[in-house]
């Protein structure tokens, strides 16, 4: 599939990579704001908790998204830490997985796409999911519709062949289960088995 780079993509955008196996990113599209390109949902303690990193300010709407970059003049970065560690401190897998994720949280990566990059990079080696990512060769437009992972920032809104296999989340119990957070839930919360769960939420084509 050919998609733009979400930020720590949910888990319908995973589920459809799986499938696939084989994810082209697309490195020559323009940034396109209000998409999951700069933000992505966790587990609140009172039900989905979007957070979105800064961008510099500017014409960022018209820019080649490998142009894109990310601002600093706020703490984001200790902010988004401390909302991960409230929602997965008790996470069955935080103490697996927590230490290697800090580091991203602390250096300062200059360019959104470098940044989404090495997450997904580290999310594929820690949950051991086989997937092969390669870039665009040329600018292909803004695709949309079935060209396309939807990226809208609703969580709630996924591709038609999704469907949302159920896992053990932090706070279900309280809210019931939350579907389509970013892979950092079912990461923290279902460990090696992510892979399965990915294989179990997609229709078979």
Known sequence: MTSPLPCLPPVSWLAQARQTGHVVLDVHENYQKGTLRNRY???????????SIPLVKGKNQQQNIREVRIAYDEPWQRQHWRSIRTAYGNAPYWDFFSEALAPFFEKKHPFLFDFNLELLQWWLKESGCPLSLTFTESYTGNLKGDDRVLLASNPEEWPAGFRAAAYPQVFLEKQGFLPNLSGLDLLFC???RATEILEKSWLPS
Request: proline content about 14%; cysteine-free.
């Open 190 to 192: 279902s460990g090696k």
């Open 41 to 51: 949902y966790i587990a609140g303690p009172n039900g989905p908790q979007r957070l």
